[in-house]
């Protein structure tokens, strides 16, 4: 344990933390700070608090800010956070990221296995998870290093689903929480994973004081997995899980969409700039605009969503040259061959409508694939529809930040398998994701409704969006954690 007065109140564990660096040819390094709800969160507990935020060197650059700072990150590079970057071997950190988290827990999650062929635990697998467990170990030592007496601590992921068991055994004084971004797969699908690795993960998560989730569902998922993989017993009407004698309680907090800061970013003048230009490529102020912002992420059902806008054009001729489909599809993951692919489909698919139906005065679909977070705005602004089809999603919060930012109303068409159907599917024109038709009905039915009804809609939905904004949900955790 580090000396009383270094040692950390308060500590956020994650694979990607406040700060990111690149490395130049001259060998200086560029500091880049990030946000997100987390950044939000840590922030609402002031400088005082004695916080910490343990994280993993995630490149060359990162690595190379961590050689030369040693333990901590230079302060006035992270904010004003305290934060220690994790130098993990990069062949252990490959087969924990990619190998074991974003191509297996990911993939069982959010239910994005071809049963038929995978997945195959093989070998290779064994190999990479126990990569997996060396990453995990990593931190918790780090945290175990770092934390104070009774500090608290709250783990984020599936990155880390091994971390509190592990932090437990090392310092079993701490309070120690776990918070799942993604959804929790529902029993029979957890139970592709390996029996020893199903129990391993769900021992894991359960040496948490707390284990938190986005919405009631995903908390019960878990649950009756731990119920049925190792036995607990689940007291539905305390929300806890019992296990060798260990209690965890579950939570669910549903991030909200932070409105102050959208709101005043989205009129910021690169935001403005942005809307002309699109205005521009719509064609005019009198065509409807369905907007949809994702990462080409399996998940988020992107292709479904285009070919959903084909069947509506097929369908409902009558919208041919009113309505413009503004797409963006922000690469991600593309160090993974499947993403690669699913990117270029999306592409492919694109091309094909435009080609059916474009004329030389209209472009039926709009397709951006170079992130631009001013640009996102200006589209959230614009939308007479915004589509959010996920596959599953453990909230998406695309659905929560559009109402916020729409200058005129806008109607939301929502996949059910989305986390923020729970919060906003009342208000929503709610689709199967996998149904097709359906959702090109769905289209139809959100660009019918008239001006006042979308504007309604719009501030029921953006009042539902905004009532867990980024620092209370954060707040909420550690108070609880804290409570007991």
């Known amino acids: 344990m580090v000396a009383e007065q270094q040692a950390a109140q308060v500590l956020v564990a994650s694979n990607r933390g406040p700060v990111s660096y690149a490395l130049h040819e001259d060998g200086s390094l560029a500091a880049r ?39 901590r990150l230079d302060p006035a590079e992270t904010g004003g956070q305290q934060v220690r970057m994790l130098d993990i071997d990069p062949g252990v950190f490959a087969d924990a990221y990619n190998g074991i988290a974003n191509s297996v827990l990911w993939f069982v999650h959010h239910m994005l296995y071809q049963t038929p062929l995978e997945p195959a635990f093989g070998a290779e697998f064994r190999a990479q998870w126990a990569a997996y467990e060396t990453y995990n170990a990593a931190f918790a030592d780090a945290l175990a290093e ?58 894991g998560m359960l040496g948490a004081d707390r284990a938190g989730f986005l919405t009631h569902r995903w908390a019960n998922a878990f649950a009756a997995c731990a119920a049925d993989v190792l036995g607990a017993q689940v007291d539905t009407e305390h929300e806890a899980v019992t296990y060798e004698g260990r209690t965890t309680r579950l939570g669910v907090h549903a991030l909200g969409a932070d409105a102050d800061f959208l709101r005043e970013r989205a009129h910021r003048p690169d935001v403005v700039e942005r809307m002309a230009a699109l205005r521009e490529q719509i064609g005019g102020r009198d065509r409807r605009v369905i907007v949809r912002v994702d990462r080409t992420e399996l998940s988020k059902n992107i292709v479904r969503g285009l070919q959903a806008y084909r069947q509506l054009l097929t369908d409902h001729p009558e919208w041919r040259g009113l309505v413009v489909h ?90 059910r398998e989305a986390g923020a159907y729970e919060d906003l599917g009342e208000e929503a024109v709610v689709v199967n994701p996998y149904d097709v038709t359906g959702t090109a009905d769905a289209l139809h039915q959100a660009l019918m409704l008239s001006a006042g009804e979308r504007a309604e809609r719009t501030k029921r939905l953006a009042a539902a969006a905004t009532a867990l904004p980024p620092q209370q949900w954060f707040l909420d955790q550690l108070n609880a954690l804290r409570a007991g």
Not at 46 to 66: F, I, M, S
Not at 358 to 369: D, F, K, S
Not at 373 to 400: E, Q, T
Request: a negative charge; aromatic letters at 8%.
């Open 33 to 71: 700070r990030g946000g997100g709800g987390l950044v939000s969160g840590l922030s609402a507990i002031g400088p005082d608090a004695g916080a910490l935020w343990v994280c993993a060197a995630l490149g060359d650059g990162d690595r190379e800010a961590v050689r030369r700072s040693g333990t």
């Open 146 to 203: 770092e934390a104070a007496e009774g500090a608290a601590v709250l783990v984020q992921d599936y990155h880390l689903c091994l971390v509190p068991g592990m932090l437990r055994r090392r310092r079993p004084d701490l309070r120690i929480a776990h918070f799942s971004h993604t959804p929790w797969a529902p029993l029979d699908y957890f139970r592709l994973l390996p029996d020893d690795i199903a129990r391993q993960l769900l021992r």
């Open 326 to 415: 503004l797409a963006f599809a922000y690469p991600s993951r593309q160090d993974l061959a499947v993403y690669r692919h699913y990117t270029e489909q999306v592409q492919r698919v694109t091309e094909e409508i435009n080609s059916e139906f474009g004329t030389e005065a209209w472009h039926p679909v709009i397709l951006h694939v170079k992130d631009d977070f001013a640009r996102s705005l200006a589209a959230y602004r614009l939308a007479d529809v915004a589509l959010v089809n996920p596959i599953r999603d453990g909230m998406n919060l695309v659905a929560k930040e559009v109402p916020v930012v729409s200058d005129e109303g806008c109607v939301l068409v929502l996949s």
